[in-house]
């Protein structure tokens, strides 16, 4: 998986969202941070506590510029239907992707072959369409939400101020570190 740093691949799907079916494609994150959120599958388990997760944080995201899609291998009419039954899956506001020939899943090379589900995987993507970061966990291990808003703050930081990093567990407002020779061996 050699994604970071790589252009996402053109695509085109259709989305439920806020109660309406949308066209989606590439174009349409141009110049916008992104977070592309696969999963496996509607109606199961560990998935509706991520997504719910997701949407606890919507709102921060929103107002950071970064719009949310999850993607999984279910159609968009799977995930009207979800929406419709699920407490927790109804204050979703983002775009939920149906992905059912899975061509979206294989350009971020998330796709389960042998049983044609996504993987539990996060991509962030930057205004140039760049993969700036990614996660990728086994079957039983949910994300957290709050860490990946952290991840984005670091990366629009990063992006903003050519030259500094973020260290481990760095928060905003917190001390960056810039890279240099004079650095080497004192960290």
Request: hydrophobic share 40%; net charge negative; charged share 25%.
């Amino acid at each position: 998986m050699a994604l970071i740093n790589t252009k996402i691949k053109p695509f085109a799907a259709t989305a439920f969202k806020q109660g309406k079916f949308i066209d989606v494609t590439e174009a349409d994150i141009a110049g916008k941070w992104a977070i592309f959120f696969f999963y496996p599958a509607d109606f199961t388990f560990v998935c509706p506590t991520e997504l719910g997760d997701v949407a606890d944080h919507y709102a921060e995201l929103q107002k950071m510029g970064v719009e949310v899609f999850s993607v999984s291998t279910d159609t968009h009419f799977t995930h009207k239907a979800w929406h419709e039954s699920s407490d927790t899956i109804v204050k979703i506001q983002y775009g939920m992707i149906g992905d059912p020939t899975g061509t979206i899943t294989r350009n971020f090379d998330a796709m389960r072959e042998d049983e044609g589900l996504a993987d539990r995987a996060t991509f962030i993507v930057d205004p140039d369409g760049i993969i700036q970061a990614m996660e990728i966990t086994a079957e039983g291990i949910g994300r957290d939400a709050s860490d990946l808003v952290r991840k984005i703050k670091a990366a629009q930081y990063v992006r903003a101020h050519p030259g500094e990093v973020c260290p481990a567990k760095w928060k905003e407002g917190e001390k960056t570190l810039a890279p240099s020779l004079e650095l080497v061996g004192k960290i």
